[in-house]
């Protein structure tokens, strides 16, 4: 994971409900934070969309009382998310889901993790700038 700081902590870390009502917050978070990266507008939305629907895998699975944690890394023309949740159950990322799908199109790169109570979907974003050479 490619970060601005040294020791590998996120630049920015925001904590919610972990309740859908919510979602608005952190995509309009990461608007915002690709927009400071000075991402293109057709890349923001794509972003926007992309934590949507990782929120959306992983609220369902979020046990009583859980927050939605929110982990941002940002790098020049890069930009990592990761979404989680603490969960009391097992959980198997549904690869095959719309939303899946979705987000595996939009991000350069995706993925889920499951590990020590906790639902993690983690989803980089490259600029289009960066391969326009700009």
């Given amino acids: 994971m490619t970060?601005?700081?040294?020791?590998?902590?996120?630049?920015?870390?925001?904590?919610?409900?972990?309740?859908?009502?919510?979602?608005?917050?952190l995509r309009t978070t990461t608007a915002g934070l690709a927009a400071r990266l000075d991402f293109p507008i057709d890349d923001i939305e794509d972003?926007?969309?992309?934590?949507?629907?990782?929120?959306?895998?992983?609220?369902?699975?979020a046990a009583p009382n859980a927050d939605l944690h929110c982990a941002f890394h940002l790098a020049p023309g890069l930009l990592t998310v990761e979404v989680s949740v603490d969960v009391d159950h097992d959980?198997?990322?549904?690869?095959d889901s719309f939303a899946w799908q979705v987000?595996?199109?939009?991000?350069?790169?995706?993925?889920?993790?499951?590990?020590d109570g906790h639902f993690a979907i983690s989803l980089t974003m490259e600029s289009s700038l960066l391969d326009a050479g700009a």
């Fill in 47 to 61: 972003l926007r969309i992309a934590v949507g629907e990782a929120s959306a895998m992983v609220l369902p699975e």
């Fill in 103 to 115: 987000l595996d199109t939009l991000a350069s790169t995706a993925t889920a993790t499951v590990a």
């Fill in 3 to 25: 970060t601005s700081t040294q020791d590998g902590r996120p630049d920015v870390e925001l904590r919610l409900p972990a309740d859908g009502a919510y979602a608005s917050v």
């Fill in 91 to 95: 959980v198997t990322p549904d690869y």
